[in-house]
C-alpha cells in the first residue's frame, strides 16, 4: 500500500508554454501533499504544502503565480508551471501524507521537465 | 530550528564491506527520524524510520539504524554492502504529528567499489 504516481515522467515544452503535473495517491486518502524541487546532485527543496480542499502554503522564495498548486480531492494534487522558461527545468517530486502514518510522506517517482 | 547534518558527500565501499552514512539532527522536540533512498532519476523510498519506539530501528534491504539521543545522531548502517546498495541516501527529521513538514539533510552518494 502507500503508492504515489506521477505523470508524466518525462515532461520537454518549449519556453513560454504551461506544464501540468499531476500527483496521485493510489491506495490511500492524502490529506496533505507535498511538492519538492530537486536540482542535480542536491537534495530536495520543499515548494509548497497543500492540505486538500485548501490553499497551498508556499516556502519562502517560491513564486506562488508561477507554480500554480491544486489539491482538488484527497488522492489528487496538481503542480502547473506557467510560462516555463529554461530555469524551471528540473527534477520535480511529489509526496503524500495521511493522518494514520505517523508522519511518514509516500513519495511518487518524480518528473523530468527540461524547459528548450 | 531544526536542521540535519550529513557528513560526507560521497561515500565509497567495497562490496562486502560495512556501510555507514552518519546523520546528526537538531531539534527542539522529540523528534521523528527517517532515511530515504534514491535511485538515479527516481522518487524516493523510505528505508527506515524513528518515531520515538525502540532507538534501533530496522529497515528494508538490510539497513539499520540507531538513535543516539546523547549525541544527537541517526546514523545509517548495514553488515555488507551490495552493488545494488548504490545510490544516494537522505536524512530527514520533522518534528512529530503537529507538523509534516520534512527537513532534509543534503544526501550521501553512495558508491560501491567490486
Known amino acids: 500500500g502507500a503508492v504515489v504516481s506521477q505523470h508524466p515522467s518525462r515532461v520537454i515544452c518549449k519556453s513560454g508554454t504551461s506544464v501540468k503535473i499531476e500527483c496521485r495517491s493510489l491506495?490511500?486518502?492524502?490529506?496533505?501533499m507535498f511538492w519538492y524541487r530537486q536540482f542535480p546532485k542536491q537534495s530536495l527543496m520543499l515548494m509548497a504544502t497543500?492540505?486538500?480542499?485548501?490553499?497551498?502554503?508556499?516556502e519562502q522564495g517560491v513564486e506562488k503565480d508561477k507554480f500554480l498548486i491544486n489539491h482538488a480531492s484527497l488522492t489528487l494534487s496538481t503542480l502547473t508551471v506557467t510560462s516555463a522558461h529554461p530555469e524551471d527545468s528540473s527534477f520535480y517530486i511529489c509526496?503524500?501524507?495521511?493522518?494514520?502514518?505517523?508522519?511518514?510522506?509516500?513519495f511518487g517517482p518524480g518528473t523530468r521537465l527540461t524547459v528548450l | 530550528a531544526q536542521s540535519v547534518t550529513q557528513l560526507g558527500s560521497h561515500v565509497s565501499v567495497s562490496e562486502g564491506a560495512l556501510v555507514l552514512l552518519r546523520c546528526n539532527y537538531s531539534?527542539?522536540?522529540?523528534?521523528?527520524l527517517f532515511w530515504y533512498v534514491q535511485y538515479p532519476n527516481q522518487g524516493l523510498q523510505l528505508l527506515l524510520k524513528?518515531?520515538?519506539?525502540a532507538t534501533l530501528v530496522k529497515g528494508i534491504n538490510g539497513f539499520e539504524a540507531e538513535f543516539k539521543k546523547s549525541e544527537t545522531s541517526f546514523h545509517l548502517t548495514k553488515p555488507s554492502a551490495h552493488m545494488s546498495d548504490a545510490a544516494e541516501y537522505f536524512c530527514?527529521?520533522?518534528?512529530?504529528?503537529?507538523?509534516?513538514?520534512?527537513?532534509w539533510g543534503a544526501g550521501t552518494k553512495l558508491i560501491i567499489k567490486p
Open positions: 509526496s503524500a501524507s495521511d493522518r494514520g502514518r505517523w508522519n511518514e510522506q509516500f
Open positions: 491506495d490511500f486518502q492524502a490529506t496533505t
Open positions: 497543500s492540505n486538500e480542499g485548501s490553499k497551498a502554503t508556499y
Open positions: 531539534s527542539s522536540v522529540p523528534p521523528y
Open positions: 524513528y518515531t520515538s519506539a
Open positions: 530527514a527529521v520533522s518534528e512529530g504529528d503537529s507538523n509534516y513538514q520534512l527537513i
